[in-house]
C-alpha cells in the first residue's frame, strides 16, 4: 500500500535551473495538494487540486506552477528557482465525505538551491 | 482568513509527565480540527481528528476536544513516552458549503522532547 509517492527525496539545484517534484496517489483520492514546510513557519499551501483538470493557488503560489492531468499525479514545477524556494516539500492526497475529510502525506522532498 | 494559533515550543518533559499542547482557531462556519504528528525525517501522520463541536478525538492516549465556544482544540496525554518526542501541528479544514476542498490551514507547530 504506497499510498502518496514523491520523487526525489533530496535535491540540490542551482539558481535558475527548473526542476519537476513529483507525486503520485493510489488512492483514488480527488483532492490533492503541495505545501512546504519552514523553520518556524509550519506548513504553508501553495497549490491545490479538487479534481483532474482543476487547480488553484493556495497561501505562497508564486515561483510554482502545477498541473493535474490524471487523478494519480500532481506535479510542482519550479521554472526557475531561487534560494527562497529552499524547503521542505509535501505532497497530500485526501477525501471528504461531507465533514469527514483527511489528509495523507508524502515523505517529503528536501530541496537546496544554491 | 481562517487561521491556527498553536504554543510554540520547544517542549521539553520527563517520561510519564501530563502533556498538554494549547490550539486555537479562527475560522468561519464549521472547519473540522486535526492534529498531525511528525518524527524525525518523515512526513505527517494524522494523530487524530474531530469535526463538529464538542467531538473529542483521541488516539494512541492522545485526547482533544473540539470546543467551539473558547475555539480551542487542545493536545493532551496523561503520561508521555519518549517515543512521543516528535514535532506536532494542530490543523484545520476550510469549511465550505460545497464540501471539503482538501486543504489544511497548519499551525506552526511545537517540537515536544521526551527525556527518560
Known amino acids: 500500500n504506497a499510498g502518496v509517492t514523491q520523487t526525489p527525496k533530496f535535491q540540490v539545484l542551482k539558481t535558475g535551473q527548473s526542476m519537476t517534484l513529483q507525486c503520485a496517489q493510489d488512492?483514488?483520492?480527488?483532492?490533492m495538494s503541495w505545501y512546504r514546510q519552514d523553520p518556524g513557519m509550519g506548513l504553508r499551501l501553495i497549490h491545490y487540486s479538487v479534481g483532474a483538470g482543476i487547480t488553484d493557488q493556495g497561501e505562497v503560489p508564486n515561483g510554482y506552477n502545477v498541473s493535474r492531468s490524471t487523478t494519480e499525479d500532481f506535479p510542482l514545477r519550479l521554472l526557475s528557482a531561487a534560494p527562497s524556494q529552499t524547503s521542505v516539500y509535501f505532497c497530500?492526497?485526501?477525501?471528504?465525505?461531507?465533514?469527514?475529510?483527511?489528509?495523507?502525506f508524502g515523505q517529503g522532498t528536501r530541496l537546496t538551491v544554491v | 482568513g481562517d487561521s491556527v494559533t498553536q504554543m510554540e515550543g520547544p517542549v521539553t518533559l520527563s517520561e510519564e509527565a501530563f502533556l498538554t499542547i494549547n490550539c486555537t482557531y479562527t475560522?468561519?462556519?464549521?472547519?473540522?480540527l486535526f492534529w498531525y504528528v511528525q518524527y524525525p525525517g518523515e512526513g505527517l501522520q494524522l494523530l487524530l481528528k474531530?469535526?463538529?463541536?464538542?467531538d473529542k478525538g483521541s488516539n494512541k492516549g492522545f485526547e482533544a476536544t473540539y470546543r467551539k465556544e473558547t475555539t480551542s482544540f487542545h493536545l493532551e496525554k496523561g503520561s508521555v513516552q519518549v517515543s512521543d518526542s516528535a514535532v506536532y501541528f494542530c490543523?484545520?479544514?476550510?469549511?465550505?458549503?460545497?464540501?471539503?476542498?482538501?486543504?489544511?490551514?497548519f499551525g506552526k507547530g511545537t517540537k515536544l522532547s521526551v527525556k527518560p
Open positions: 474531530a469535526t463538529k463541536a464538542d
Open positions: 497530500a492526497s485526501s477525501y471528504s465525505n461531507g465533514l469527514n475529510t483527511e489528509a495523507f
Open positions: 475560522a468561519t462556519g464549521y472547519p473540522s
Open positions: 488512492m483514488n483520492h480527488e483532492y
Open positions: 490543523a484545520l479544514s476550510p469549511f465550505y458549503y460545497g464540501g471539503s476542498q482538501g486543504n489544511l490551514i
